[in-house]
């Protein structure tokens, strides 16, 4: 019961925050508070898990199973698997050849061709980089 208390202030303490940020003049007791806490509320229930299936497929209606079975799969997820392997072949020495001459491609300067070539196959109406210049931009000059 303790939890429910400290639920509801927490809420409350949520909604006087959110009236406040909306700037919503409101009088304690008027119906724009009520109007507004009700679709609040409505919003808050729509967000909520009311239903979940665990891996078995059995139907958790509990909220204390449903938050179990999350904490266990978010846990699975992100666990470290101790039994990885590696492809250590890209180590050989039969490689090294390979590799050594992709290092001379990829560290060389890209020429102005290459350039120019990337850029015309790229597809219009997008923006490549985080500045919002288009594609089309780049292909006019």
């Known amino acids: 019961m303790n939890e429910k208390r400290k639920l509801d202030n927490l809420r409350d303490a949520k909604i006087k925050g959110i009236l406040l940020r909306s700037k919503a003049e409101w009088i304690e007791g008027s119906e ?24 078995e ?25 101790k039994n990885i392997t590696y492809d250590n072949s890209i180590f050989d020495s039969k490689n090294n050849r390979r590799l050594d001459d992709q290092m001379e491609l990829t560290a060389s300067d890209i020429s102005e061709c290459e350039c120019k070539l990337a850029i015309q196959q790229m597809q219009n109406n ?5 500045d919002g210049i288009s594609v089309e931009f780049y292909k006019l000059f």
């Open 57 to 81: 497929g059995k139907l958790l209606k509990n909220n204390k199973d449903s938050l179990t079975e999350i904490s266990h799969f978010y846990t699975n997820l992100y666990k470290t698997d």
């Open 126 to 130: 997008k923006a490549p980089g985080s």
């Open 32 to 55: 724009n508070k009520t109007a507004f806490l009700q679709i609040y509320k409505k919003r808050v229930s729509e967000k909520n898990v009311k239903l979940l299936r665990n891996k």
